[in-house]
């Protein structure tokens, strides 16, 4: 398989974690989203990707785009340790958290958007994660065990720690969700999703390196 990624993009980094946790060996091909004018742009990016996004996985020998979709067909392919539960209530409420991410909080405060936002893009991201994060603490009162539901890693999981780690580089306050924090903390031990962090990337600039 290869991995068009960006070392800060929150959605590669879902793909990353997934890839690692289920213990699938990959190239890595960077695609610098800032540098000559977004390296996405490109007609030879364009040709893999149309929408010009990262992530994109080239894999048995289909290329697929949209992490969510990349994620459903790793679990399908690999269902071990597998990233959605059996019981059909609990997987509704895995992928009903992971599309509150990816599809109602991380678009909106995608680079993007927020190059259309001008001086205001820091204000922008912090009130679209933080009305994101009120609805999404709410839910994981509910849905929560050790993690986002239950106490298995889950697709939900994989959405919620690059989406706190734009939380943190967006300077929001995470006092008021604590249910939010403390999976995220517990996530954070564990190896997949540190080696797959930003900060521990081929494409990581020096001075971000962990």
């Not at 604590?178 to 517990?186: D, F, G, L, V």
């Amino acid at each position: 398989p290869i991995l068009y990624s960006y070392f800060r993009s929150s959605c590669s980094w879902r793909v990353r974690i997934a890839l690692a946790l289920k213990g699938i060996s990959y190239d890595l091909v960077p695609v610098n989203l800032i540098k000559d004018g977004g390296q996405q742009f490109s007609a030879e990016f364009k040709a893999l990707n149309p929408m010009q996004q990262v992530p994109a996985l080239k894999i048995d020998g289909i290329t697929l785009s949209q992490s969510l979709a990349i994620i459903n067909y790793l679990e399908e392919t690999h269902p071990n340790p597998r990233l959605l539960p059996q019981d059909p209530k609990k997987r509704a409420q895995v992928r009903m958290i992971a599309d509150h991410i990816a599809s109602g909080i991380q678009p909106l405060q995608n680079l993007s958007v927020l190059k259309q936002m001008g001086e205001k893009k820091m204000e922008w991201a912090q009130n679209c994660i933080t009305s994101g994060f009120q609805a999404l603490e709410q839910t994981l009162q509910h849905t929560a065990g050790h993690y986002c539901v239950g106490d298995e890693v889950s697709m939900a999981d994989l959405c919620l720690v690059p989406q706190v780690a734009n939380a943190e580089r967006f300077k929001v306050d995470m006092g008021p969700y604590p249910t939010i924090t403390r999976i995220n903390k517990a996530l954070m031990e564990l190896e997949a999703f540190k080696i797959s962090h930003p900060s521990r990337q081929p494409d990581t600039p020096a001075e971000l390196r962990a």
